[in-house]
Every structure is written in structure tokens, then in C-alpha cells.
């Protein structure tokens, strides 16, 4: 049975990662082209709008998904009974934020928004009726098949994306992306899915479920205003243009951390939950996610912040070289938080929704402080404010789940010091190589930077025979022999 589910584990997370990673460099190549084609502005009353939207999906949800992951037996009535619940709640918020669009439009004097509000919020509708069968495939851990759909979602937006924005579509070229993403998804998972809308409604189901989900739903609502908030009052405070730069910085550094997240968030919560009664098993496992995700993420995020001038040079000119310091800054943000998402996995498998709370308390009383003091400074300060706030949310996350997992923080070191050593060598041999060959052509320069950074990882990895190496190497001979 632990062989079993270690092989499935395996699997999803490699189908995972697989389809995370052409996703990411699809939508990488997407971003480059419509980049190129539109505007910052563009992109800034879009992250204005996505704000909203998103915040609204976390509301849509409720939490339930998790909890019907976490619950050991939930019945056709628990899944009927969230369908409906989550339908109702997303057309109540469509109605409310397509009536208060106006009054957004005069906040930040921009029209358009009053045009695109009632287009771009039927995401949440559409999202939906994605949302329970998207949590049977987790449940049944039909990754592979998940991946599939995933990316044929991000092959369709992407070319509508890119035509729409070759037709002169401007900022409508964005919210075509989102919509007919959001849509292919929901098509294929009723196509795929193994739900029916079988079963019955029942207010004693909601009831049953919504302490533990409502507690999930507080904690999530919190964590995106806290970590996506500051993007409202650039676009007051400062212009359309600097959110423009300030967005695509963000969305750049999220493309590898929101796979990575996903990939591993979406295997490991399942694969932690069936468990959860073996407490030896149940450490061991999240100390070998921690290092796993450490030696993927690490090098990544610290390679892109050496390669950043020549990389955006390169892919999107000279027009948008005021994102790289942005980039730069947030990147470093992206090596805590999937550990940090990692930890809150295990508090959410292991505890009842009450430390979560009061964890959560604690963090946003600090970044409280944070933001008050970074907003007015500059926007660059607001970007160091998202890199210290990510901090303090790895350590308090990180801290709290070594209560349930029965681990240190010595042993937590111990794992995570090596592939930060190794990764600080990465970026000093990088940057080294950059000074001795700036007479290159920009194309030739980023590609050596790229090469040097990769071996110096590889071969310092396997040097100094760190233990990830030997992870790594496990999984893909277990699955190449499946």
C-alpha cells in the first residue's frame, strides 16, 4: 500500500511538473509576443480587474475543494451540494462586482474597466463549474490526464491570445486569454470528469463542512489581499504604467513559482492526507517535498535574477527594461513561497483550521507594518516589502508545521543549507562570466550565462553528492521502469 502510493505520488508529481513546465513555457512565449504587441497600460487595468477576479475565486471555493480532499468518504450529496453552493456564490459576486465596476473606473479614471468588468468577471461562473471535478481528479489522483487538459487550456488561450493581440485588440487581447482558458478547462473536466451532477442538495452537508472550509477561505482571503494588494495602489498612487511594469515583473517571476506550487501542492496535499496517521512516514515525506522543491526552485530564482538584464533585453527590448529591477527584487520572493505553501499543506492536513487562523493573525499583523511603511516610499520599496513579508510567512508557516510533522528546525537547516550554498556558488560563477564576455552580442551572452549557471549547479550537485541528486534520480528510475 505505501509502495503503492509512493508510485502514485511519483507519477502525479512527475505528469505534474511535466505539464507545469510546458505550461510555463508556453505561456512564457505568449507573454513575449503580447508583450511586444501591447502596451504597459494594457497590462495595468488588467491587474487591476484580475485583483477583483481572483479575490472572488477564493470566495467562489469557500475552502471546499480542500475539505472534500481531506474528508475520507464524501458522498454524491457533498459534491452536489458544493456544485451548487459554489455556482450560486460565484453569479451573486458576478452581479456585484459588474454594478460597483463604475465606481472602480472613477477610483483609478479609467473607462475601459467599465467596458471589460462584465466580460472578464464570467470567469468566475466558468470557474465554477470546474471546481468539482477538478478536485476528483485529485482525489483520484488522475494527474496525467489532469496535466492534459491543463495544457490544452493553455495552448487555446495562448492563440487566441497572440491573434487577437495581432489584430489590434489591445487589452481585450488579455482578457480573451483568461476567458477562453477558463472556458476549454471547464468543456474538457465535464467531458473527462467522472461526476455526473448526481445526488441531492443538503444544507446538513454544507453545515457539516463549511467550519473547516470557511477557516481555509479566511486564511486564503487574507493571504492573497496581503500579497496582491499592493498592486491597487500603484495604480492610484503612482500610474497605469508603473502597475504595467510592476504586474509583468510579478506574473514573469510567478510563471516557474505557481508551476512549482501547483505542481507539488496539488500532488502532495492527497498524498499527505492518506498519511497522516504515520507520523515517521508523514516527516520523512515532507522533509524530502522541502528538498526537492528547494533544489528545483533555488537555482531557478536565483539563476533568472543573474540572467534578468539580458534575459528581458532579449525576449521583450529595450521598452520594458524598467520591469527588471521589479524582477529582480520579487524573484527572491519566489524562493520562500513554495516552501512556505508547502508548510501550510501540512497544517491544513494535520491541524483543524484553528492554528491556521491564528498563524495567520500573527503574519498580517507583521506585514501590516510592512506595507504601511513600504507603499508611500516607492514602488520599489513595495517590492522589498513582498520579499520580506514572503520571509516571515516561510518561517511562521515553516515553525508551526513542525509541531505535526516531528521535525527541527535543525533538520530543516541541515536539508536546505547545502542547495543554498550550492545555488550562491551558481549565481557568483554567473555573474562572474557576465563581466569577462559583456562584449558579446546580447543573445550570445545570455545563452553562455545560462550554460555556465546549469553545469555549476549540475556538477556541483553531484561533487558534493547531495542527497537531492539521489532523490531525483530514484523517482525517474521508478518511473521510467512503471
Known amino acids: 500500500m505505501a509502495e503503492q502510493l509512493r508510485d502514485k505520488v511519483a507519477s502525479g508529481v512527475a505528469w505534474s511538473v511535466a505539464e507545469k513546465v510546458g505550461s510555463m513555457l508556453l505561456q512564457m512565449v505568449v507573454s513575449i509576443v503580447v508583450a511586444r504587441l501591447l502596451m504597459p497600460q494594457d ?11 481572483a479575490l472572488s475565486v477564493v470566495v467562489v471555493d469557500s475552502g471546499f475543494s480542500q475539505t472534500l480532499i ?16 459554489n455556482v450560486v456564490v460565484s453569479v451573486v459576486l458576478y452581479a ?18 467599465t467596458k ?14 470546474c471546481v468539482i471535478q477538478n478536485t476528483l481528479f485529485a482525489r483520484q489522483f488522475r494527474f496525467a490526464e489532469l496535466s492534459r487538459i491543463n495544457f490544452a487550456c493553455s495552448v487555446v488561450a495562448g492563440t487566441v491570445a497572440i491573434t487577437m493581440a495581432l489584430f489590434g485588440c489591445g487589452v481585450w487581447s488579455l482578457v480573451g486569454q483568461r476567458l477562453s482558458q477558463m472556458a476549454t478547462k471547464a468543456l474538457l473536466l465535464w467531458w473527462r470528469g467522472s461526476w455526473k451532477y448526481e445526488g441531492k ?3 446538513n452537508a454544507i453545515k457539516s463542512m463549511s467550519s473547516f472550509s470557511f477557516r481555509l477561505m479566511g486564511t486564503d482571503i487574507i493571504s492573497y489581499l496581503y500579497n496582491n494588494i499592493s498592486q491597487l495602489f500603484i495604480g492610484k498612487m503612482y500610474s497605469a504604467d508603473t502597475l504595467g511594469y510592476f504586474n509583468q515583473a510579478q506574473k514573469l517571476k510567478d510563471l516557474p513559482v505557481t508551476s512549482a506550487v501547483q505542481s507539488f501542492q496539488s500532488v502532495t496535499y492527497p498524498a499527505l492526507s492518506n498519511i497522516k496517521d504515520n507520523p515517521e512516514k508523514f516527516a520523512d515525506s515532507y522533509r524530502r517535498v522541502i528538498m526537492i522543491t528547494a533544489a528545483v526552485m533555488f537555482p531557478v530564482m536565483i539563476g533568472m535574477i543573474a540572467v534578468a538584464d539580458d534575459m528581458f533585453m532579449l525576449l521583450l527590448g529595450q521598452r520594458w527594461m524598467p520591469t527588471v529591477p521589479y524582477f529582480k527584487i520579487l524573484s527572491l520572493s519566489g524562493i520562500f513561497y513554495p516552501l512556505s505553501m508547502i508548510a501550510y499543506n501540512v497544517l491544513k492536513v494535520s491541524g483543524d483550521g484553528k492554528i491556521i487562523i491564528r498563524l495567520e493573525i500573527v503574519k498580517k499583523g507583521i506585514m501590516t507594518i510592512i506595507l504601511a511603511l513600504a507603499i508611500p516610499h516607492s514602488t520599489k520599496a513595495i517590492a522589498w516589502g513582498l520579499v520580506a513579508m514572503g520571509v516571515v510567512e516561510f518561517v511562521l508557516n515553516t515553525v508551526a508545521s513542525l509541531r505535526f510533522a516531528h521535525l527541527t528546525i535543525w533538520k530543516i537547516v541541515r536539508t536546505l543549507l547545502p542547495i543554498t550554498l550550492l545555488s ?19 543573445g550570445l551572452r545570455f545563452i553562455v550565462e ?24 530514484e523517482t525517474l528510475h521508478r518511473l521510467i521502469r512503471r
Open 43 to 53: 497590462f495595468g487595468v488588467l491587474a487591476i480587474l484580475t485583483f477583483f477576479t
Open 450 to 473: 545560462v550554460a555556465v549557471g546549469v553545469i555549476v549547479y549540475i556538477v556541483g550537485a553531484i561533487v558534493f553528492r547531495l542527497s537531492f541528486v539521489k532523490d531525483v534520480l
Open 201 to 203: 442538495f443538503s444544507r
Open 96 to 113: 456585484i462586482l459588474v454594478a460597483t465596476s463604475p465606481l472602480i473606473a472613477r477610483y483609478y479614471n479609467l473607462p475601459i474597466i
Open 116 to 129: 471589460i468588468a462584465p466580460i472578464l468577471m464570467l470567469l468566475l461562473p466558468l470557474g465554477a463549474l
Open 70 to 85: 481531506r474528508k475520507s468518504n464524501p458522498t454524491a450529496d457533498d459534491y452536489k451540494s458544493v456544485f451548487i453552493f
Open 424 to 442: 550562491a556558488a551558481m549565481y557568483a560563477a554567473v555573474a562572474f562570466t557576465a563581466h569577462y564576455i559583456a562584449d558579446l552580442s546580447v
